[in-house]
C-alpha cells in the first residue's frame, strides 16, 4: 500500500494473487511444523510492540542469552 501511494509500480511477487500467498504460507507452515528448531511461526496481525517483543524474546531463547 505503501509502495502505491508513492507511485512504486507493484514487484512479480506482489501481483501474484490470493491463492498464490496462501500456497506459500502453507509451505511454510508444512516446513515451521516439520522443523521447529528452524522455524518460529508468529501472528503478523497483532500490535507492532507484541510482534516485536515476540521477536525479541524468541531470538534471545534460540541464542541462549538471558531473557
Same mark, same amino acid.
Given at each position: 500500500?505503501? /509502495?502505491?501511494?508513492? %507511485?512504486?509500480? +507493484?514487484?512479480? =511477487?506482489?501481483? *501474484? %494473487?490470493?491463492?498464490?500467498?496462501?500456497?506459500?504460507? /502453507?509451505?511454510? =507452515? !508444512?516446513?515451521? /511444523?516439520? *522443523?521447529? &528448531?528452524?522455524?518460529?511461526? =508468529?501472528? %503478523? $496481525? /497483532? $500490535?507492532? $510492540?507484541?510482534?516485536?517483543? &515476540?521477536?525479541?524474546? !524468541?531470538?534471545?531463547?534460540?541464542?541462549?542469552? +538471558?531473557?
Amino acid at each position: 500500500a505503501r /509502495q502505491r501511494r508513492a %507511485g512504486i509500480a +507493484k514487484d512479480r =511477487l506482489e501481483n *501474484e %494473487g490470493r491463492e498464490f500467498h496462501e500456497r506459500v504460507r /502453507q509451505a511454510y =507452515l !508444512t516446513m515451521a /511444523q516439520a *522443523e521447529p &528448531q528452524r522455524f518460529v511461526v =508468529l501472528n %503478523g $496481525a /497483532q $500490535a507492532f $510492540a507484541a510482534l516485536a517483543e &515476540q521477536i525479541l524474546v !524468541t531470538v534471545r531463547q534460540r541464542c541462549g542469552l +538471558k531473557v
